[in-house]
């Protein structure tokens, strides 16, 4: 039986047409490598009723005034591998297995991120590694710096990473 630091189970797979709604909108896009991302910080206060002045619901139950931080959420993944770029559903499932294994190895907690593969080829497990864990670090520093999704007017400009192999 594995251990549950070794398993990326169900609470960790972004589902449901409104959270991927909020993400495809409100998220904040990038590229890089082999892949688009989208990626947002989820609201606690999104989540169950509304609160009014005083803190509580309109069914009568106190509710608490501060959200969830952020860290004490788990990270939620979407991955996505167009069947335009490849047709056979065992190459699709084999990049879908190492993108989820990459992002596994270095969660990411309270954050929701869309991993869409766009490229025609196939890439190593190690590449695939590499670009996932590039990935989630420039979220890291946008996490640092403040992100808010309010903040995002356009939120479909992509940025782009630095490559590792550019010369100076």
């Known amino acids: 039986m594995a251990s549950e630091g070794n ?16 993400l495809l909108a409100d998220g904040k896009w990038g590229a890089y490598g ?5 990626w947002l910080i989820p609201s606690a206060s999104g989540k169950g009723p509304v609160c009014g002045p005083q803190g509580a619901s309109s069914t009568g139950i106190a509710l608490p005034k501060e959200p969830t931080p952020a860290s004490d959420r788990p990270g939620r993944i979407l991955i996505s591998v167009p069947k ?9 499932n084999l990049l879908k297995r190492r993108i989820r294994e990459a992002y596994r190895v270095r969660k990411l907690a309270g954050v929701d991120i869309l991993f869409q593969y766009n ?7 190690a590449v695939i590694s590499a670009e996932v864990a590039a ?17 995002q007017k356009n ?3 992509a940025c782009t990473l630095p490559s590792g192999n550019s010369e100076p």
């Open 7 to 22: 398993t990326l189970g169900k609470v960790s797979r972004l589902s449901g047409k409104k959270s991927i709604a909020t």
């Open 119 to 125: 490229s025609a080829e196939i890439a190593d497990f």
């Open 135 to 151: 990935i989630l670090s420039h979220i890291g520093k946008g996490l640092t710096e403040g992100y808010s999704p309010s903040s």
């Open 84 to 92: 335009r770029f490849f047709k056979r559903a065992v190459k699709r």
């Open 34 to 38: 082999h892949f688009r991302y989208c």
């Open 155 to 157: 939120a479909h400009q």
